[in-house]
Nanobody, 123 residues
Framework: QVHLMESGGGAVQDGGSLRLSCEASTNTYSFNYMGWFRQAPGKERAGVAA????????YYADSVKGRFTISQDNAKNTVYLQMNSLKPEDTAMYYCAAGEDHVGADIHGRRYWGQGTQVTVSS
C-alpha cells in the first residue's frame, strides 16, 4: 500500500516562505507524476504544481508561477514544494499526490493522496 506523508505546513505572514515535503513509502519512480494540490474552505481541490518523476518536467498553476517551485529527491523518495512570496489567498490545505497522468498541474488517473498539511498566510 502506498503512503504519502506531508510535512512543513504552518502559519506565516504575507510575503513569507514555506517549504512542504512529501515522502513516499515507495520509490517515486513507481509513479509517473507527483505533485501538490490545495483546497481552501468552500472551494474545490485544485492542482498547484506537478513534476514528472522520470523526466524532470514541471508544471504550475498560473496563480503560483514564479513564486512556487516543485523539486524532487528520488534518492529520498521525496517531493518538495518551495513556496515564496506567499499571499493570504494561498491559505489552504495542501495535499501531496502521486499518479499516472497529468493535465497541467493537475495529476489525473489513478491517484494516491497524502493526509494534507495546512498553510495559513496572514495579512
Amino acid at each position: 500500500q502506498v503512503h504519502l506523508m506531508e510535512s512543513g505546513g504552518g502559519a506565516v505572514q504575507d510575503g513569507g516562505s514555506l517549504r512542504l515535503s512529501c515522502e513516499a513509502s515507495t520509490n517515486t519512480y513507481s509513479f509517473n507524476y507527483m505533485g501538490w494540490f490545495r483546497q481552501a474552505p468552500g472551494k474545490e481541490r485544485a492542482g498547484v504544481a506537478a513534476c514528472a518523476t522520470g523526466g524532470g518536467s514541471t508544471y504550475y498553476a498560473d496563480s503560483v508561477k514564479g513564486r512556487f517551485t516543485i523539486s524532487q529527491d528520488n534518492a529520498k523518495n521525496t517531493v518538495y514544494l518551495q513556496m515564496n512570496s506567499l499571499k493570504p489567498e494561498d491559505t489552504a490545505m495542501y495535499y501531496c499526490a502521486a499518479g499516472e497522468d497529468h493535465v497541467g498541474a493537475d495529476i489525473h488517473g489513478r491517484r494516491y493522496w497524502g493526509q494534507g498539511t495546512q498553510v495559513t498566510v496572514s495579512s
